[in-house]
């Protein structure tokens, strides 16, 4: 009896948190809409190993209907190596203001040397119900020890408006006990 009231529940659970991801309405294929907009964004170049890096976004779609955020790793000039798909909330489908983050790894977990001199490049997408695509956006990183980070005037009205993770693991990448896969 308890079993079933668990799986009921671990049920409920994912079907309410999945209705508040956007929604794709069946359309005519003759009507492709107008793609997503990122109207501006702003990420620090360099910060300390260990910290979080902010990547601040304002993007809007005129039809209401972005879906999915769609996130490139690369390192230097060696191309992209990871890509993750973030589904978007319904709050923001319309428009978006905030910033997303991505957690780095401390300097006793990670051998930041692995990076040499090329740093880490994050590309963002941005896709709506009709599979229109916005122009991207690309945000080089450095990890340095003395990092100056001050947000510039224009983003710090949405400073505390997370719009959910960069789903990347760097830890992997640079785990010093594992020799840093790729």
């Known amino acids: 009896m308890n079993k079933k009231i668990y799986v009921l529940l671990a049920l409920s659970i994912l079907i309410s948190g999945c209705a508040s991801f956007t929604r794709c309405e069946k359309t005519s294929t003759s009507d492709k809409g107008q793609p997503p907009v ?26 209401g209907d972005m879906k999915q955020m769609i996130q490139f790793l690369g390192r230097g000039e060696s191309g992209f190596f990871k890509t993750s798909y973030v589904p978007l909330k319904a709050e923001y489908s319309a428009e978006m203001d905030g910033y997303f983050f991505l957690r780095t790894p401390s300097p006793a977990q990670a051998d930041y040397s692995r990076l040499g001199f090329m740093g880490l490049t994050l590309r963002i997408v941005l896709f709506d119900c009709q599979e229109n695509k916005s122009e991207y956006v690309e945000f080089p990183l450095h990890f340095e020890l003395e990092a100056p980070y001050d947000l510039p005037p224009e983003w710090k009205d949405v400073a505390d408006s997370s719009l959910g993770a960069i789903m990347f693991d760097l830890g992997d990448m640079l785990n010093k006990s594992r020799g840093g896969g790729n």
Do not use: E, F, N
Not at 43 to 51: L, V
Not at 53 to 59: H, P, Q
């Open 38 to 63: 990122i109207l501006d964004s702003y990420a620090p170049s360099q910060i300390r190993p260990g910290a979080t890096w902010r990547v601040y976004i304002r993007a809007k779609d005129p039809d």
